[in-house]
């Protein structure tokens, strides 16, 4: 098996690991693309934030052939996945490596953006990353985004946004669906987390990239504990509300799964 085909059937066992925590997990992305497509028609550029591996790009490129993609990620092992991933759509997509906890990193899709297509891009999408970015930074992170957009352009970001402490048995009911959806992939012989993880190391090609990784990781606070808690969808809402989005709410929702929209001004 070729190094690509490895990083392949990485990819692929990516997406099953990460359906046994968001069973919906396609719904989720389909509705993002419902929604582009009924406010852009089929042409347009997006920049898909925290891409990771490219699974959310790939599906985006697949149903929208005459879309373009920035895909932007902080993780040079997952962003090596992506272009493994990604290679056959061509100049129809760019891969970026940037920080969204930096503020550059805007300024970095805004010129990969004119690279593709010559004008900013008019969607920013987000899957399952978010919740890294302590309140303060996603805050950040969303008035980099209002700047980066164009006029009448949207932002979606479909994440697990935990019921707090006003919530505790919506909290607990949600936890304990979580659990049951995780422990039936397992136990179905998907991997978790951890396992996945366990089998990039084993792919040379990638293993090279650890050193880079684990130091950029290591120069950055530690997840928090309450990551996803902290910031919870009203908190979403109203950030994206602050960086001075219009029509913000919330697009889709099951349980503490959402996925919150906010509209530029035209």
Not at 15 to 40: C, P, S, T, W
Not at 52 to 72: H, M, Q
Not at 78 to 98: F, K, P, Q, T
Not at 226 to 231: A, L, M, Y
């Amino acid at each position: 098996m070729s190094a690509r085909q490895e990083m392949l059937a990485l990819v692929e066992r990516w997406d099953r690991q990460q359906e046994g925590y968001i069973k919906q997990r396609d719904e989720r992305f389909n509705v993002m693309f419902d929604i582009l497509a009924h406010v852009f028609g089929d042409r347009f550029t997006v920049v898909d934030a925290a891409c990771g591996p490219g699974s959310l790009t790939r599906r985006l490129l697949d149903r929208f052939p005459a879309a373009k993609v920035v895909a932007i990620d902080a993780d040079v092992m997952l962003l090596d996945l992506a272009r493994a991933s990604l290679a056959d759509y061509g100049d129809r997509v760019h891969v970026v490596e940037a920080d969204l906890a930096d503020p550059s990193w805007a300024e970095r899709a805004r010129d990969a953006a004119e690279t593709l297509g010559g004008r900013p891009p008019v969607a920013l999408v987000s899957t399952t990353a978010l919740h890294w970015l302590s309140p303060g930074g996603l805050a950040e992170f969303y008035g980099a985004a209002g700047a980066l957009l164009a006029n009448g352009g949207v932002v979606m970001n479909g994440d697990h946004m935990r019921f707090d402490a006003r919530w505790p048995t919506l909290a607990s009911a949600a936890a304990a669906w979580r659990d049951r959806m995780l422990k039936e992939a397992v136990d179905a012989g998907e991997d978790d987390w951890e396992a996945w993880w366990r089998r990039v190391a084993d792919i040379p090609a990638l293993s090279e990239l650890k050193t880079r990784r684990d130091a950029f990781f290591a120069s950055r606070p530690a997840k928090r504990p309450t990551s996803n808690v902290d910031c919870s969808v009203d908190f979403h809402v109203a950030a994206l509300r602050h960086a001075g989005f219009v029509e913000v709410g919330t697009a889709w929702q099951a349980f503490d799964n959402y996925i919150v929209f906010g509209r530029r001004p035209e």
